[in-house]
C-alpha cells in the first residue's frame, strides 16, 4: 500500500477505517442474512407468504454486502482494481441491492399492516407478484444509468462506486429526483400510515408488540443523509462538503443490511422463531396477533 497514492482529501488512518468498516459490515451483513435464508430454505413450517418477503430483503441485502465488501478491499488496496467497467458494474449492483431493499421493507409495512389490523392473510399467488415486480424495477431503474440517464462513477475516496453525483447536470438531476419520489418518498408514506395503523390498534389491545417507530427511522438513518447530500449536489457544489463527510454517508448505507437483519429478521416475532430453531435445534410458540377489541 505504501506505493500507492492517496484519495485527495483522505490519510492513511481515513482509508483503513473506512476499508475496515466497509469489510467488517460487509462480512457481518452477509453471514447474519445468510442465516435468514438458511431459516427460510431449512425450516419448513416458516416458509410462508409473509416470511418470502423477508428472506428477498435478506437476499438483497446480502447483494449489499457483497457490493461493501467489494468496496472494503478495494480500501485496503487504496485503488478500485476492477477498471472502470468494473466501477459501473459495481455501482449497478449496488443500486439494485438498494432500490429493492427499501421496496422490500416498505413491501414488509404492508403486510404487517394486514397481519394487525385486518387480519388478511397474504397468499402466495400476491407475494409472488409482489416480488416479481419489485426485482423488475429495481432492475429496470438501476439500468438506467447504463442507458445514459445518470452515470455510474467513483466515490469520492475512489474504492466504490456509485451513481456520480458530482455531474450536477439536467440528466443527473431528473434521475435523482425520479429515484427519490418513487424510492424514498413513497417508501416512506407507506411506512408512516401502516405502523401507524399498527401503533394505534397496539393501543387499542394493550400489546405492544414492537416499536412501530423503528423502521421508519432505520431507513431514514441509514439512507437519509446520503439522499440529502445526492439532492445538495443538484443545487450547489460539493466542495463545500468534505470528502470524508461525503465518504461516510455511503458506509452508513452499507451498513443497513446489518440493521435490516436485526429489525426484520431477529426481531421480527413470526420469524426469530425460525431462526433459534435453526441455530439450535428448538422450537418455540409462533406467536398469534391479538384480535381488536
Known sequence: MATDTLPEGFTDMDVYLFGSLLLIGGVLGFILNSVTVATFVCVPEHRNPSNFLVVNLAFADMILSVNGFL????????HWPFGQQGCVYHGYQGMISVLASVSFMAAIAWDRY?????????????????????????????????????????????TCCTLDYTRADWNYTSYMFTLVMIYLTFPTYIFTTCYDAINRQFRRVHHQRFNTSLP?????????????????????????????????????????????????????????????????????????PNKSN
Open 71 to 78: 468496496a472494503g478491499y478495494a480500501s485496503y488496496l487504496r
Open 114 to 158: 394486514h397481519q394487525y389490523c385486518t387480519r388478511q392473510k397474504l397468499f402466495w399467488t400476491t407475494t409472488v407478484v409482489i416480488t416479481s415486480f419489485i426485482w423488475v424495477m429495481a432492475v429496470f431503474w438501476a439500468s438506467m444509468p447504463l442507458m445514459g440517464w445518470g452515470v455510474y462513477d467513483f466515490e469520492s475516496m475512489r
Open 216 to 288: 421508519l427511522f432505520v431507513l431514514w438513518v441509514c439512507w437519509g443523509p446520503y439522499t440529502l447530500v445526492c439532492l445538495y449536489a443538484c443545487f450547489f457544489d460539493l466542495k463545500y462538503i468534505p470528502p470524508r463527510v461525503r465518504m461516510i454517508l455511503p458506509v452508513m448505507g452499507k451498513m443497513s443490511p446489518i440493521c435490516n437483519v436485526v429489525l426484520y429478521s431477529y426481531g421480527n416475532e413470526f420469524f426469530q422463531g425460525g431462526v433459534w430453531y435453526y441455530l439450535t435445534g428448538q422450537r418455540v410458540a409462533e406467536p398469534t
